[in-house]
């Protein structure tokens, strides 16, 4: 390589590297990113071993032969499936018991169940799994059910195998006994694979936060360069020289970014709504008919309403925040890259609530978590599904004294001469000459 074009790769590369700007943007951050997206892949995988290994399980005998106490036994003493197993008499009692025993799944062994296999007819046992949230832990939790009754089915076929029942029918010996899958949430039985309900759930809940981190972001980007274009056209400081109250002017520019805020909710309300009508419709598959509501998820016109105020708070919050951080850049450029490391805030509750289930991490980090305060806009939008309106009323209390602390600092700040004098900029450190 010639030296003079070596030179110039070294200076540039220098200059670059220089830029605090750069170096945040193009080296720190992906570093957090990254960090951030192992934490949350680990946290995920750590709590849905840990939602699967304390999984319990209710029997309900009706049969009462060999093949239930077979079962029995299986579950008992295979080691690959640590669960805890109450027997209950009845279905109805089952059912009634679901909430004080907190129970992941209710294993009917019908009535003639036994007889059946030992007459060389297969048999059909049924399990309904109990969802309990919208998180992806519950397809994990699905699949370890399901995988236990097949264990139970490739070992009843193997001892059929052994042993002199009728063995002549080789789909008999293959499967003598077949599984139907009930879901069960918020006292729905609905005859859906809870394997099915999982997957659509967890596909379709990890489009939300993307869509509301978009639109939160894009408002913050929106709002920090109108501002700064008008700091660095000058505009401002002749603005705040005019005989008005300088409290009076921020509270005209938040005004003007509330319509915005305003405009933005309803149209995310109308698309919401179109979105949760294609949801919970009903899709098919095959001969399955998947329809959601039939569980109880569906959102009541309490919960838009609800939903519409989670939003147009949450949109208010980040306009509070560009305002805030803009007005004290000197230019577009470094308006947008300070909101660039607010981006954090957003991004990491994004992540959590499509990989995880943040009520089953430790109490020091949901508390970390619920601090961030677009934590409650993720959780809010699943609370309204789940119909938990108490804790949504909760993340809105939370997003409201947010957003009013924001702005009282806005106020304060604005209203002396900081917002000439403040610079929320990096700037290197001239170097020293030497003697």
Do not use: W
């Amino acid at each position: 390589m010639p030296k003079p074009l070596l030179n110039l790769i070294l200076k540039e590369v220098k200059e670059l590297m220089r830029d605090p700007k750069i170096l945040v943007g193009t080296v720190l951050m992906p570093l957090i990113m990254f960090g951030v997206l192992g934490s949350v892949f680990s946290a995920s995988i750590s709590s849905t071993e840990e939602a699967v290994k304390n999984l319990s399980l209710i029997v309900v005998d009706e049969d009462g032969g060999v093949i239930s106490s077979s079962f029995k036994s299986f579950l008992q003493s295979n080691p690959r499936f640590e669960v805890k197993t109450y027997y209950i008499p009845s279905f109805e009692e089952a059912l009634k018991s679901l909430p004080e025993l907190n129970a992941s799944a209710i294993f009917l062994l019908p009535k003639g169940l036994s007889d059946n296999v030992t007459k060389g007819i297969p048999g059909q046992m049924k399990m309904y799994v109990v969802f309990s949230s919208l998180s992806i832990v519950e397809q994990g939790k699905a699949s370890m059910l399901q995988s236990m009754l097949e264990a139970y089915n490739k070992a009843l076929s193997l001892q059929i195998i052994s042993s002199e029942l009728p063995s002549s029918n080789p789909l008999f010996v293959s499967n003598p006994i077949s599984s139907r899958y009930y879901t069960y949430f918020k006292g729905n039985v609905a005859d859906i694979p809870p394997q099915l309900v999982a997957s659509t759930i967890s596909t379709q809940m990890m489009m939300m936060p993307v869509v509301i981190m978009i639109m939160l972001m894009t408002t913050m980007t929106m709002a920090a360069t109108a501002v700064a274009i008008e700091k660095e056209a000058k505009t401002l400081e002749t603005l705040l020289t005019l005989p008005v109250n300088r409290l009076t002017i921020l509270v005209g520019k938040l005004s003007g970014s509330l319509f915005v805020a305003l405009l933005g909710t309803v149209a995310y309300m109308f698309g919401f709504n179109y979105y949760m009508n294609s949801l919970l419709g009903g899709f098919g598959g095959g001969q399955q008919t998947l329809d959601l509501s039939s569980l109880g998820i569906t959102v009541t016109p309490i919960g838009y309403v609800l939903l519409g105020i989670v939003f147009f708070i949450s949109i208010v919050a980040t306009l509070a925040l560009a305002v805030s951080f803009s007005v004290f850049s000197e230019d577009v450029r470094s308006a947008q890259n300070s909101i660039s490391y607010i981006y954090i805030i957003i991004i990491v509750p994004l992540l959590l609530f499509m990989f995880i289930d943040i009520n089953t991490l430790s109490l020091p980090a949901q508390i970390a978590l619920y601090a961030i305060p677009f934590t409650h806009t993720m959780n809010a939008t699943r609370e309204i599904l789940l119909g938990n309106y108490q804790s949504v009323l909760f993340n809105i209390l939370y997003l409201v004294v947010f957003t009013v602390v924001i702005l009282y600092i806005a106020a304060k700040l604005f209203t002396t001469e900081k917002v000439f004098t403040t610079k929320f900029t990096l700037k290197r450190r001239p170097a020293k000459k030497e003697l």
